[in-house]
């Protein structure tokens, strides 16, 4: 029974079965965040052990990680990576918060996230940057870095994560792990908001098998009572989706970024070929610049918005002093935007949705890069010295092809098939229409299956040596 060889369903039929305690996965994971943190800073809250576990649920047992933004916990601090939420603790469990205690994971803690989850790269001056287990001196991604560091370090199987831009799938290519956002509201936001970054932030996981990724959606997925919309309904489960070979499917790809990111994307479509699907250079035909700038307009309202509105029920008087300085620039720019610009940056956002269902039309799926250029150095996605507008062109610059499934609300995946010479993981990204997680989860089943990275892990004894 080798920790690292189980998912986390398999941790949990084995607690549901009495083959091991309770507890038994929980210890492990604490011993491995104590031996491993030090170096990836990946957790950056540790949540108070339980005097008892769940035996019964999908992830009797499992320990889980929560992202620290997002998804909150009665009486458990959710910081957002930043001196302005300092102290901030859940007076209750969110939607989502609640399903996953139902499900029976055990909560160990939060993950490490850039201030206000707002960059690619996992560089918070709050709680530091974290790490990438295959390099430290390499980013993990962001703003889920801290998530998929875990993951791919083998602390447990899987996290608890968001994406409001390529959140998810940015660090899960990055980390060599497997990521899914999945469509608008699949995942409810309640019941203290309706949804995030105007329909664009996604809550959903980050893990090493695609089972794990669709049966935490199968416990999660549902609208909330009063949600404004919902996903399109299921039928059956994600699960089983994902043994289920789909047919044969009409991709459309897209090839661009550096050396390795291309050579990631041409290696997967022949891989798709010889599973028998059909692959062709096609490019979704929407205004790539418009949603450029409608995602920045939207991001900067939303988070004026957010750290006004704390300010002012924490009475602090002067709370961007309290951020990072690229973050307060970001903040003042949303003060100024007009509401007519701002509904300009929102019918963008649906203009997208309209390419995107057009595309969709013709093509089962769309294959491309998850990033453009493998995991950089640390520092270089960082914004500190930076002014907002150089600060961003260098994050849309980073991943400019994920932030479309955000705008449209399609789900899309970063699946880990292609590692460089040098060792470093690069993700494939492949997108579907709106509502359409079985169909991904079919392909990466297969895909898994054709082409396992389980087993493929970064040298930790490196890490604690």
Same mark, same amino acid.
């Given at each position: 029974?080798?920790?690292?060889?189980?998912?986390?369903?398999?941790?949990?039929? =084995?607690?549901? /079965?009495?083959?091991? *305690?309770?507890?038994? $996965?929980?210890?492990?994971?604490? +011993?491995?965040?104590? !031996? #491993?943190?030090?170096?990836?800073?990946?957790?950056?809250?540790?949540?108070?052990?339980?005097?008892?576990?769940?035996?019964?649920?999908?992830?009797?047992?499992?320990?889980?990680?929560?992202?620290?933004?997002?998804?909150?916990?009665?009486?458990?601090?959710?910081?957002?990576?930043?001196?302005?939420?300092?102290?901030?603790?859940?007076?209750?469990?969110?939607? =989502?918060?609640? /399903?996953?205690?139902? *499900?029976?994971?055990? $909560?160990?803690?939060?993950?490490? +996230?850039?201030?206000? !989850? #707002?960059?690619?790269?996992?560089?918070?001056?709050?709680?530091?940057?974290?790490?990438?287990?295959?390099?430290?001196?390499?980013?993990?991604?962001?703003?889920?870095?801290?998530?998929?560091?875990?993951?791919?370090?083998?602390?447990?199987?899987?996290?608890?994560?968001?994406?409001?831009?390529?959140?998810?799938?940015?660090?899960?290519?990055?980390?060599?792990?497997?990521?899914?956002?999945?469509?608008?509201?699949?995942?409810?936001?309640?019941?203290?908001?309706?949804?995030?970054?105007?329909?664009?932030?996604?809550?959903?996981?980050?893990?090493?098998?695609?089972?794990?990724?669709?049966?935490?959606?199968?416990?999660?997925?549902?609208?909330?009572?009063?949600?404004?919309?919902?996903?399109?309904?299921?039928?059956?489960?994600?699960?089983?989706?994902?043994?289920?070979?789909?047919?044969?499917?009409?991709?459309?790809?897209?090839?661009?970024?550096?050396?390795?990111?291309?050579?990631?994307?041409?290696?997967?479509?022949?891989?798709?070929?010889?599973?028998?699907?059909?692959?062709?250079?096609?490019?979704?035909?929407?205004?790539?610049?418009?949603?450029?700038?409608?995602?920045?307009?939207?991001?900067?309202?939303?988070?004026?918005?957010?750290?006004?509105?704390?300010?002012?029920?924490?009475?602090?008087?002067?709370?961007?002093?309290?951020?990072?300085?690229?973050?307060?620039?970001?903040?003042?720019?949303?003060?100024?935007?007009?509401?007519?610009?701002?509904?300009?940056?929102?019918?963008?956002?649906?203009?997208?949705?309209?390419?995107?269902?057009?595309?969709?039309?013709?093509?089962?799926?769309?294959?491309?890069?998850?990033?453009?250029?493998?995991?950089?150095?640390?520092?270089?996605?960082?914004?500190?010295?930076?002014?907002?507008?150089?600060?961003?062109?260098?994050?849309?610059?980073?991943?400019?092809?994920?932030?479309?499934?955000?705008?449209?609300?399609?789900?899309?995946?970063?699946?880990?098939?292609?590692?460089?010479?040098?060792?470093?993981?690069?993700?494939?990204?492949?997108?579907?229409?709106?509502?359409?997680?079985?169909?991904?989860?079919?392909?990466?089943?297969?895909?898994?299956?054709?082409?396992?990275?389980?087993?493929?892990?970064?040298?930790?004894?490196?890490?604690?040596?």
């Amino acid at each position: 029974m080798d920790y690292d060889s189980l998912d986390a369903l398999g941790m949990a039929d =084995l607690v549901r /079965r009495g083959a091991v *305690a309770a507890d038994h $996965f929980v210890k492990e994971a604490r +011993t491995r965040i104590a !031996a #491993l943190n030090p170096s990836l800073n990946a957790v950056v809250h540790h949540f108070p052990e339980e005097t008892s576990y769940a035996t019964e649920g999908v992830f009797a047992g499992v320990p889980l990680l929560l992202k620290d933004t997002g998804v909150s916990l009665k009486d458990m601090p959710i910081t957002s990576g930043t001196r302005l939420h300092e102290n901030v603790v859940s007076p209750a469990d969110s939607t =989502l918060g609640s /399903r996953l205690r139902k *499900a029976g994971f055990a $909560f160990l803690g939060r993950t490490n +996230t850039p201030e206000l !989850a #707002l960059s690619f790269t996992t560089e918070g001056t709050f709680h530091g940057p974290a790490r990438n287990p295959w390099d430290l001196t390499r980013t993990p991604g962001g703003s889920s870095g801290g998530a998929a560091a875990a993951v791919a370090a083998g602390i447990l199987p899987m996290t608890q994560c968001s994406d409001g831009a390529g959140s998810i799938r940015v660090p899960a290519a990055h980390c060599g792990v497997f990521g899914l956002k999945p469509s608008r509201l699949r995942n409810p936001s309640g019941p203290a908001v309706a949804e995030g970054i105007g329909g664009m932030g996604t809550l959903h996981a980050i893990s090493r098998s695609v089972r794990d990724s669709a049966a935490m959606l199968d416990v999660t997925h549902g609208a909330d009572i009063g949600d404004p919309w919902g996903s399109p309904p299921v039928e059956g489960s994600f699960l089983d989706a994902v043994s289920r070979p789909p047919r044969s499917l009409r991709i459309g790809m897209e090839i661009t970024g550096d050396a390795d990111c291309r050579a990631a994307v041409e290696a997967a479509a022949a891989l798709c070929e010889k599973l028998g699907h059909k692959v062709e250079l096609a490019e979704p035909k929407y205004d790539r610049e418009a949603i450029k700038r409608a995602w920045l307009t939207v991001s900067a309202v939303n988070v004026a918005r957010g750290t006004r509105s704390l300010a002012k029920a924490k009475n602090i008087a002067d709370p961007l002093a309290l951020l990072e300085p690229v973050n307060a620039e970001w903040v003042r720019m949303g003060d100024a935007i007009y509401g007519t610009d701002y509904l300009g940056a929102i019918d963008a956002l649906h203009q997208s949705s309209r390419a995107m269902g057009r595309y969709f039309s013709d093509y089962d799926i769309y294959l491309s890069p998850t990033t453009a250029e493998v995991a950089p150095k640390l520092g270089h996605l960082s914004g500190a010295g930076l002014g907002v507008e150089e600060f961003f062109q260098r994050f849309w610059n980073h991943a400019p092809l994920t932030a479309v499934f955000n705008a449209s609300g399609c789900p899309a995946m970063s699946v880990p098939l292609y590692w460089t010479a040098a060792g470093i993981p690069v993700g494939v990204h492949f997108g579907a229409a709106f509502g359409a997680e079985a169909l991904l989860f079919s392909l990466a089943g297969q895909l898994e299956a054709a082409s396992p990275w389980a087993m493929r892990r970064p040298n930790m004894s490196e890490v604690t040596a």
